[in-house]
């Protein structure tokens, strides 16, 4: 019984401590730890006329200009602060809320800090500080993917396999036997690193002109040569009938066969010019390649 009423007891504490922290806020953002009204020396039914007559009659007191006081100019600036919330009917209807409802702490300081900084911040800022931030994280994302992938392909034995024939082809065939894959010279692991960029797949290095803010700003740009390139298409092969170049015939294939970018620099020249001469941008081909491939497929099985 005596350890249940102590942990009843340590609740009942905890949650009172818990509730001062949370309610403070509320009121405090608006006045610090002081009431607005009770800084004009006016109740919370004044009125705007009387609010203005006593933030006047005050100021006058404790303007730094008329009273050299270090306390009447730190006092100066809480009436100052207190008129400016009181002033206004939609801030003084936020501040009245704050103080019938002091629980609601997380509603009223967004309603506190969306009056007094959401109409003074430039779109345009918070725009290009949002931009900054993404392609920060993006960059660093990509940079940690790319040394992840690096590491673990110097792991693999193809990667040391490859190392030491490219020790043997840089010394003339002719190696130290007593030297290690670890004691193996550092320049040439970093050159033969260099070589592999272009073969890690889905983690490459990153590029600044893949950022999403820089896509951004150059959005404009990218959209304007789509718009041309559509145009040169529809008029040199709609309009003018022109066959295909080799480049715009492999293109179509790529996408014909839903092939991405990097899946299709992989198929080498043999098969690439074969599956263009097939024309599978047009219907009846494409089917007829299909038919092929699950053929093909079931055969092996």
Not at 66 to 87: C, G, H, Q, T
Not at 185 to 214: H, Y
Not at 255 to 275: F, I, M, N, P, Y
């Amino acid at each position: 019984m005596a350890a249940a009423a102590a942990i009843r007891w340590c609740a009942v504490v905890s949650a009172v401590i818990l509730f001062s922290l949370l309610i403070s806020p509320s009121t405090a953002i608006y006045c610090d730890e002081d009431d607005c009204y009770d800084l004009l020396g006016v109740t919370q039914s004044a009125n705007a006329s009387e609010i203005k007559k006593a933030y006047y009659k005050l100021s006058l007191k404790h303007h730094p200009d008329k009273n050299p006081d270090p306390e009447s100019k730190k006092l100066f600036v809480k009436i100052a602060n207190a008129y400016e919330i009181l002033k206004d009917e939609d801030t003084r209807a936020q501040y009245d809320y704050a103080i019938e409802h002091p629980e609601e702490v997380f509603y009223n300081t967004a309603r506190y800090y969306q009056a007094y900084y959401g109409h003074k911040t430039d779109t345009r800022a918070v725009l290009i500080g949002l931009l900054l931030v993404l392609s920060a994280f993006q960059y660093l994302n990509q940079w940690t993917r790319y040394n992840q992938a690096i590491e673990m392909v110097k792991k693999t034995p193809a990667y040391k396999n490859k190392l030491r024939a490219l020790e043997l082809e840089r010394s003339g065939g002719t190696t130290n036997r007593k030297k290690s894959n670890k004691q193996m010279n550092k320049k040439l692991e970093e050159d033969f690193s260099k070589e592999l960029d272009l073969q890690i797949k889905g983690a490459e290095m990153p590029s600044v002109w893949e950022l999403v803010g820089v896509r951004f700003v150059l959005l404009p740009y990218t959209i304007g040569k789509l718009l041309l390139w559509s145009g040169c298409w529809f008029w040199r092969y709609k309009v003018k009938k022109a066959p295909y170049s080799w480049e715009d015939a492999s293109y179509l294939t790529q996408r014909s066969l839903g092939a991405s970018l990097d899946a299709w620099r992989t198929v080498d020249d043999a098969t690439k010019e074969d599956l263009v001469y097939r024309r599978l941008w047009e219907k009846p081909n494409l089917e007829s390649y299909m038919s092929e491939m699950r053929k093909e497929s079931k055969r092996r099985r």
